[in-house]
């Protein structure tokens, strides 16, 4: 069913690009020259000819640049992406594009790009070129490209996409700036895949694709992470800041179970669900009146019901898997009224999984929503783990070989086989080997502003290593969760053009 179009927008205004080809001199004819014989009218006339072959010129040139990178024909259209985006008849242009001069070879990539064609002796950016490429040319690009294939370049002149202090819905776990961390290095980092060039996110871009929508992360704090993210991101690029605010005014978004951010000028949401495993967390009637808690592997977790019918949905988890009493398995994963004594931990993950790839597929309508997993986010833990004394606050720099890098996580190939297996599509985010060259960009010791007696006498024990700085990682994630909207769109204009 097609969807009404709202009342289109004011236009954005355009996206800086490239200069344009500069003009060169041209000669006017013998029969102007003829014309003009005083010697005082001669300057002026020659002059205004001049300006008059140099304006046609450009007028030309310009239209021939603009028609290679717009996006022609945004009627309205009845293919599965209507039902996701609406554009404007006056709509933003194909975002430019990056490329290095000479783009590395994938056996030469290593985690930190420091090639001596792109970067001078302070490792900075100082031979970059942009390009323009029609929507055809980047679309076929970004198809033989593995997108987290590639290589963390140092982009002073891009990056961060808000300024570090500029948005007052980051948590405090996230805030490395107003907690003090004194280098800020780590956020000028852009993501370069091998092969090919993403689009620097356009936040206004990205708003008039949600608009009238719902974009929607279920899963723990590290998809909280990248929500916050999200939340700033378009929260720049809006004008009027009042505008946007959260749903019920809280302003902590950390103890309650969801959280939901109006954009008031694009009707749109970018919400929030708490979901640590995906699946429910229960508790089980135990001797004298006591309750025991459980983990039903097989039972979507409760709040399922209230995010079903949005547009775009992005799930994770992984990292409580890895902890405490759900690591050991003894006692605490549950099927129906069955509590296992123990059961292997891949083993537990891939039950629960497989209860969220039926739910997916039993109340997902592919139809009117995208869904999206992203991968594992990787830690840095030096010396013990997050409650032992785990370190990362010396780090300063990204990881620079790719030897250092951990081992796949198990419980990633096992997701991967279950998604191949569903029948509604699923988009994955594998972003575990990129996030894992930035040992860097961790809150650490910068946290939190104001510490707990105990945290004050022992500093140094105390650190986040799983989490990220905003602005930061997270930034880059929904870089390529924009890249694939975008390539998406494209490819559903292109069917309905063909036919």
Sequence with gaps: M????????????????????????????????????????????????FAFLAFSIFSLLNNYYDSAISFNNRSHFSTVFSHFFFFPSSSPQLPITRSN?????????????????????DGLLSNKQVKQQTKEEWLDSIDHCNLYNGSWVRDDDSYPLYEAGSCPHIDEQFNCFLNGRPDNKFENFRWQPNGCNIPRLNGRELLELLRGKRLVYVGDSLN?????????????????????????GKNDFRSAGSYSFIFADYNCSVEFFRS???????????????????????????????YKSANVLIFNTGHWWTRGRTARGKGYFQEGSHIYSKLNLIEAFRKAMMTWARWIDANIDP????????????????????????????ESEPIKNATY????????????????????????LNITRMTDYR?????????????????????????????????????????????????RYIKEQQQQQQH
Aim: charged share 25%; glycine share 6%.
């Design 101 to 121: 001069t000479n783009p590395p070879r994938e056996d030469d990539i290593k985690g930190f790009q420091e090639e001596k064609t792109v970067m001078n002796n």
């Design 276 to 306: 640590s495993f995906l699946v429910q967390e229960w508790e089980m009637a135990y001797t004298n009146g006591l309750k025991r808690a459980t983990l039903r592997l097989d039972v979507m977790e409760r709040s399922s019901d209230r």
């Design 367 to 394: 139809v009117k929503t995208l869904v999206f997993f992203r991968g594992y986010s990787a830690a840095h833990f030096r010396g013990g783990q997050w409650n032992s004394g785990g370190k990362c606050d010396s």
């Design 2 to 49: 097609s969807m009404a179009k709202p009342p289109p927008p004011p236009p954005p205004p355009p996206t800086p690009t490239t200069e344009k080809p500069s003009l060169k001199n041209g000669s006017t004819s013998s029969s102007l020259s003829s014309l003009i014989r005083r010697s005082i009218a001669f300057p002026y006339g020659f002059g205004f000819a």
């Design 405 to 428: 890098l951990s081992e796949y996580p198990q419980k990633m190939r096992v997701l991967e086989g279950l998604m191949k297996g569903m029948k509604t599509p699923v988009f994955y």
């Design 224 to 248: 909280r992470n990248m929500w916050e993210s999200m939340v700033c991101i378009l929260r720049n690029s809006v004008e009027d800041k009042s505008k946007v605010f959260e749903a019920s």
């Design 439 to 487: 040992k860097d960009a961790h809150p650490s010791i910068y946290r939190k502003l104001k510490f707990t007696e105990e945290e004050r006498r022992s500093p140094l024990r105390f650190q986040d290593c799983s989490h990220w700085c905003l602005p930061g990682v997270p930034d880059t994630w929904n870089e390529l969760l924009y890249v694939q909207l975008w390539t």
